[in-house]
């Protein structure tokens, strides 16, 4: 059995997407259409320094992820058994799957982008060498019980997110610590999987009502649950995403439990490639 794993937010990186545009000048042209401007030229030479922020970074991701996966299929001609993305990436998953085609997948990427954009005064830092006890732990008796945990990346790799004040104030907390390895603080503009987008999600909510999902071709494993999607709960399940923890860490312990399990990232980095072996090797699976 074979996975395909999707990135998010944090692997973008200039010249990403080499020549997909060339290769799928259709869709390009597509996408040029739907933002606005030209994707080619932001993923490749980047030239107003904008690939980071919020708003482009996601639907750069979406594209170059979406046109890998295309080209993966068009040279293997088979598609995997099982799709799963981190964050944003779960969009590509679904896309994989089948859920919407690739200008619908865009049109609701970029809103969505947008509505976290607009979420600002947050931030987010990785905690490496603790587990999930530990920081919660740490969190409640520092007084920092407004900091949440954003994204379970592996049993020792987890993100908390909250306001800058206080992330800044748990690095002091976190940093004297001797079993925390590194606190990397994350540059993103907002307190992204946390309370703090109630609001996005809201407009987001009201948003995704003017669309309807296809049924599903390939199971999708879900950020919020861990678990397959259920086509009934499609757009609830996205809309809950915004402000729910990414479950990376168990999607994958769920996949390997299935029996002999490959897995391939489709798109510009190996970042979820590195979490799923550190996922096996902490967790002996």
Not at 157 to 178: M, N, P, Y
């Amino acid at each position: 059995m074979i996975t395909y794993i999707f990135p998010g937010q944090g692997s973008q990186t200039k010249e990403m997407g080499g020549t997909l545009f060339e290769e799928f000048k259709q869709l390009t042209m597509q996408a040029d259409a739907v933002l606005g401007y030209s994707i080619k030229e932001l993923c490749l030479e980047d030239p107003q320094a904008k690939l980071s922020q919020t708003q482009y970074t996601q639907p750069a991701l979406y594209i170059v992820n979406a046109l890998s996966y295309l080209q993966k299929i068009k040279e293997t001609g088979k598609k995997p058994d099982f799709v799963a993305g981190h964050s944003l990436g779960e969009y590509n998953a679904l896309f994989a799957a089948g859920a919407f085609d690739f200008e619908t997948g865009l049109r609701v990427v970029k809103k969505r982008g947008e509505l976290m954009s607009q979420a600002t005064g947050g931030g987010m830092a990785a905690v490496i060498g603790l587990d999930e006890e530990q920081i919660t732990a740490v969190l409640q008796q520092n007084h920092l019980q407004n900091i949440e945990i954003a994204n379970y990346n592996s049993p020792s790799q987890i993100v908390i997110s909250g306001l800058k004040t206080d992330i800044d104030q748990a690095r002091v907390v976190f940093e004297k610590i001797k079993a925390v390895q590194m606190f990397i603080p994350l540059k993103t503009s907002g307190a992204f999987h946390s309370r703090y987008m109630t609001e996005a999600k809201n407009k987001f909510a009201v948003f995704l009502d003017n669309f309807k999902f296809s049924e599903l071709a390939i199971t999708v494993i879900s950020n919020v649950h861990a678990r397959p999607y259920k086509q009934s709960a499609i757009k609830q399940t996205l809309i809950e995403q915004l402000t729910s923890p990414v479950k990376w860490n168990e999607s994958i312990k769920n996949l390997l439990i299935l029996g002999e399990m490959e897995f391939e990232e489709i798109g510009p980095a190996r970042v979820l490639t590195g979490l799923v072996q550190r996922i096996k090797r902490e967790s002996g699976l």
